[in-house]
C-alpha cells in the first residue's frame, strides 16, 4: 500500500478550457434533442440519460467512527446515520427493452446532510452519480458531445436493429475481454454484458473535492445476497423489463450492505484530474471504506417508490456539500445540463421536482 501524502485540494487543480460554455450549450441543445423526441412519443417526459430505471431502493448509510483526519472530510466528518434513497438504471436517453445492453448506473441520494453547501444546491441531501466501470467514455465534455449527438440521432428509434447492434457489440466486448481489454465505447454503444445491477460495483469516475483533499469514490457490495450475484447474467430475452423484474424478486428476500470507499488522490500526474478516461491505479490510490449502506428486503418497484423518486427527485453530482463539490472538465459540463434536464421533465410534466427532507 502507497504511502504518499494526499493530494491536498486547491482551485489551482482544475483547468478550464476556454469553449467549455459553447460545448454546456452543444449539450443542451443535444439533450433537448433526447427530451422532447421521447417526451413527445411516451407522452410523458424522462430523463436525458439514465431514463429506464431498473430498482429503488431505500436503504441507510452509517458514517464509520474515529476515521484518520485524511478521511474524515465533508459528509464523512463525523460518525452519522442517514437515510439513502438509492436509484438502479441503464444509461440511454430512451425507454429501451433490456435486451438492449447497457452500462449500469447507480444513483444516491444522502438525506440531512449538514454543512456549507455548493451554489444552487438545494436541499439538504448528498448525491452520488456512479456507474459500474471505472472509467468515463469519453476524455472531456467536447468529445462526449460528438458521442451524444450521435445517440441523439438514434433515440427512440429502430429498436430492433439496436437489439441486433448492441448482440454484436457484446460478442466484440467478449472477444475484447478474453484478451484483456476493455472497451468502455463499445459498451456505451450496446456491447455491455447483461450482468444483474445488484452484483455490480459502481464508481463515481471522476473525481470531487474531499474536503481538504481529493477523491474518487466507489460503492462496492460485500453482503453474501449481493457478493452471490456478482457477474451473474440475466436473461433478457424473457421480458423488456426482465432487469427490473429480477431485481423486485431478489429485493424480497435480500438483505444488502454495500461498502462506500474513497480513493483519495495521491499524485495528480498518475491522477489526473482533468482526464477521467484515466483509471487510478489503486496500488498508488487505495480506497478506504468510510461508511456502510445497508438495505433491507423490501418491494423495489412499487408505486409509491416510482413516484417519490423516479418522478419527483433528479439526481446531480451538483447536489451536495461544497466539501464533495465536482472536479474536472466532465464534472463542470454536467451541471447546466443536468438543471436544463430535470427543469423540462418538470415543466412537461407538471410534476414539481424536489429535494426530500
Not at 481538504?212 to 421480458?239: C, H, N, Q, W
Not at 489503486?282 to 438495505?295: N, Q
Request: net charge negative; charged share 25%.
Amino acid at each position: 500500500m502507497t504511502t504518499a501524502t494526499p493530494v491536498r485540494y486547491s482551485a489551482d487543480l482544475e483547468q478550464i478550457n476556454p469553449n467549455e460554455q459553447e460545448v454546456v450549450s452543444g449539450l443542451n441543445d443535444a439533450f433537448d434533442v433526447i427530451l422532447k423526441r421521447t417526451a413527445e412519443d411516451y407522452g410523458h417526459a424522462v430523463r436525458s440519460v439514465h431514463a429506464k430505471a431498473h430498482g429503488i431502493l431505500k436503504a441507510k448509510m452509517i458514517v464509520r467512527d474515529n476515521l484518520p483526519a485524511e478521511l474524515a472530510q465533508g459528509l464523512f466528518s463525523r460518525s452519522g446515520n442517514y437515510d439513502v434513497y438509492m436509484r438502479m438504471s441503464t444509461n440511454a436517453g430512451d425507454i429501451l427493452p433490456d435486451a438492449i445492453a447497457l452500462p449500469r448506473g447507480l444513483a444516491m441520494k444522502v438525506v440531512g446532510v449538514e454543512g456549507p453547501r455548493l451554489s444552487d444546491a438545494a436541499g439538504s441531501t448528498q448525491d452520488f452519480v456512479m456507474v459500474n466501470g471505472p472509467v468515463f467514455q469519453a476524455p472531456n465534455a467536447e468529445k462526449f458531445l460528438g458521442n451524444l449527438k450521435m445517440l441523439a440521432k438514434t433515440t427512440d428509434r429502430m429498436e430492433g436493429t439496436k437489439e441486433v447492434l448492441s448482440s454484436v457489440l457484446q460478442t466484440v466486448n467478449k472477444g475484447l475481454e478474453a484478451v484483456g481489454i476493455s472497451s468502455p465505447a463499445v459498451q456505451s454503444l450496446g456491447g455491455a454484458p447483461d450482468v444483474d445491477p445488484l452484483g455490480e460495483t459502481y464508481f463515481s469516475v471522476t473525481p470531487f473535492r474531499y474536503g481538504d483533499y481529493v477523491a474518487k469514490f466507489r460503492l462496492k457490495p460485500v453482503s453474501v445476497g449481493l457478493t452471490e450475484l456478482m457477474g451473474r447474467k440475466i436473461d433478457t430475452s424473457v421480458s423488456e423489463n426482465a432487469i427490473r423484474e429480477t431485481v423486485q424478486a431478489e429485493m424480497r428476500d435480500i438483505r444488502a450492505q454495500w461498502e462506500f470507499q474513497v480513493q483519495l488522490c495521491r499524485n495528480i500526474e498518475d491522477q489526473p484530474i482533468e482526464d477521467p478516461t484515466v483509471e487510478w491505479d489503486e496500488t498508488d490510490a487505495p480506497f478506504v471504506t468510510v461508511a456502510i449502506v445497508s438495505a433491507g428486503p423490501q418491494d423495489s418497484w412499487s408505486d409509491e417508490k416510482v413516484d417519490e423518486v423516479d418522478e419527483r427527485m433528479r439526481f446531480s453530482v451538483w447536489t451536495g456539500l461544497a466539501a464533495h463539490q465536482p472536479l474536472g472538465n466532465i464534472n463542470r459540463a454536467r451541471k447546466a445540463p443536468y438543471e436544463h434536464s430535470a427543469q423540462f421533465r418538470q415543466g412537461f410534466n407538471r410534476c414539481p421536482i424536489h429535494e426530500p427532507r
